[in-house]
């Protein structure tokens, strides 16, 4: 497809559960970057992938923070034993190769209560 | 820490004015500059970006300043609209694929 999609918008998660996001890069983009978008604007960069390989995970927290991209299946995000600091906007970006335009979703909004 | 710097937080301008949102950086590693506009709700879109080989780049009513000694970069929005009230970042990586740097925004409205 020609946009970045990212499922669900909305995700609600109690504390300690598992909370799981998924991003299907624009086709044809090998690169996919992860980052979380704080209440107060802040994007904090978490891992970044090319193809199905990590390129950089220096930002993931890794106690709780996996990720993924596999061949033929939406890259995923997950984040296991949810805390209420990881309440943000997780937004997916793919790109065709280094210091392209990086296109973004729309985001999935958690919410841990 | 924050890599890239940048100011004012908010700003307010009138319907045909000039917006001037400016960042700074430390990394002279940063070799790509790229500002991204943000609705609310939605992701952040690219406006324009600029390479520290050239000193400005020009997009319609979009313009960036690049100052390599300074380590510094502006955006200019002229004849500003109110469809252009949003929040703006810049940002800034290093080559070969790695990640935005991304400043803290600033939030632009253009009153009628």
């Known amino acids: 497809g020609e946009e970045v999609a990212q499922t669900p918008k909305h995700l609600v998660r109690g504390e300690g559960q598992k909370a799981k996001l998924y991003c299907a890069p624009i086709?044809?983009?090998?690169?996919v970057f992860w980052y979380q978008q704080v209440l107060k604007n802040e994007f904090k960069f978490l891992i970044s992938f090319q193809n199905e390989n990590v390129f950089d995970e220096t930002g993931m927290p890794k106690e709780r923070f996996s990720a993924k991209c596999l061949p033929n299946s939406p890259c995923s995000l997950e984040i296991q034993a949810t805390k209420l600091e990881d309440s943000a906007v997780y937004f997916c970006?793919?790109?065709?190769?280094?210091?392209?335009?990086?296109?973004f979703g729309q985001g999935t909004r958690l919410t841990v209560v | 820490q924050q890599q890239v710097k940048q100011s004012p937080q908010s700003l307010i301008v009138q319907k045909g004015g000039i917006s001037i949102i400016n960042c700074a950086y430390e990394n002279t590693a940063f070799d790509y500059f790229p500002w991204y506009q943000q609705f609310p709700g939605k992701g952040p879109a690219l406006l324009i970006a600029?390479?520290?080989?050239?000193s400005e780049k020009k997009e319609g009513r979009f313009t960036i300043s690049f100052n390599k000694s300074a380590k510094q970069f502006s955006l200019h929005i002229m004849d500003s609209q109110p469809g252009d009230s949003a929040t703006y970042f810049c940002a800034a990586s290093r080559n070969s694929g790695y990640a935005l740097n991304f400043g803290k925004g600033t939030s632009l409205l253009v009153t009628p």
């Open positions: 086709k044809g983009h090998s690169y």
């Open positions: 970006a793919t790109a065709t190769g280094p210091n392209t335009e990086a296109f």
């Open positions: 600029i390479r520290p080989d050239v």
